[in-house]
C-alpha cells in the first residue's frame, strides 16, 4: 500500500520563528489534507490541498503531487501551534485517506 | 449536523465485554471512515464506506471488529470480546468525494 512520511519527526521552535514541514507519499493520489491535532486531541483541517499552493493567515501549503509530496509552511510561530501535524491523502482506485507519520511541533514561549 | 458527532466521549469496560461507538456524519456526506489512534501514535485506518458500496474493511484489525452504516447516516462501530490492547481514542470523519474530511471528537475506549 502508499506509505506517508512526515519529517521532521518532532520539532522545537522558539516563539515568532519559522518551519517548514514536508510530507512524502509513494504514490499518485486523489487528493491531500492537512490537519493540527491539538494537544486536546481534536484534529482541526488546515488545508485541502490536491495541488497548487494556498495561504491561511500565518500558515501556507504547497503540494507538488508530481512529485509526490507537500509543504506546510509555519510562519511567527506562536504557543498554540503546538501539537502534532498530520498529512493525509486519498489513495487514487481505493479512496482511502491514509494518514502520514505526523510532525510532533511544540513552540517555546 | 453542524459536525460530525461522536458518542460516547469516553468508555471504560472491562476486558472482554462487547462496546458500540456511534458516529453521526455531517448531513449529506456520503463517505464515512473510522480510524483508531493509540497514545502518541499516528492515525490507522480501519474502516471505510461510501454510499451503498460494499465498505472497505480493509484496515480491521480481527474480526472482533466490525462496522455498520444504515444508508447514508448513522455508523455503529462494534468491538467484541475487547482485550487491553483495543484501549485507544476512536475517530470518524465524514466528506463528500472530492471535498475534505472532518472529524469528530473520538471515543476514548479504556480496557480494563
Known amino acids: 500500500g502508499i506509505q506517508v512520511e512526515q519529517s521532521p519527526p518532532d520539532l522545537i521552535l522558539q516563539e515568532g520563528a519559522n518551519s517548514t514541514l514536508r510530507c512524502n507519499f509513494s504514490?499518485?493520489?486523489?487528493?491531500l489534507q492537512w490537519f493540527h491535532q491539538n494537544p486536546w486531541g481534536q484534529l482541526i483541517n488546515l488545508f485541502y490541498i490536491p495541488s497548487g499552493t494556498k495561504q491561511n493567515g500565518r500558515l501556507s501549503a504547497t503540494t507538488v503531487a508530481t512529485e509526490r509530496y507537500s509543504l506546510l509552511y509555519i510562519s511567527s510561530s506562536q504557543t498554540t501551534d503546538s501539537g502534532v501535524y498530520f498529512c493525509a491523502v486519498e489513495t487514487r482506485g481505493t479512496y482511502k485517506y491514509i494518514f502520514g507519520t505526523g510532525t510532533r511541533l511544540k513552540v517555546l514561549a | 449536523g453542524a459536525g460530525v458527532s461522536q458518542s460516547p466521549s469516553n468508555k471504560v469496560t472491562e476486558k472482554g465485554k462487547d462496546v458500540e461507538l456511534r458516529c453521526d456524519p455531517i448531513s449529506g456526506h456520503t463517505a464515512l471512515y473510522w480510524y483508531r489512534q493509540r497514545l502518541g501514535q499516528g492515525l490507522e485506518f480501519l474502516i471505510y464506506?461510501?454510499?451503498?458500496?460494499?465498505?472497505?474493511k480493509s484496515g480491521l484489525p480481527s474480526d472482533r471488529f466490525s462496522a455498520e452504516r444504515t444508508g447514508e447516516s448513522v455508523s455503529t462501530l462494534t468491538i467484541q470480546r475487547t482485550q487491553q490492547e483495543d484501549s485507544a481514542v476512536y475517530l470518524c470523519?465524514?466528506?463528500?468525494?472530492?471535498?475534505?474530511?472532518?472529524f469528530g471528537q473520538g471515543t476514548r475506549l479504556t480496557v480494563v
Open positions: 464506506f461510501q454510499g451503498n458500496s460494499a465498505p472497505d
Open positions: 504514490d499518485s493520489v486523489n487528493n
Open positions: 470523519a465524514s466528506r463528500t468525494q472530492g471535498t475534505e474530511a472532518f
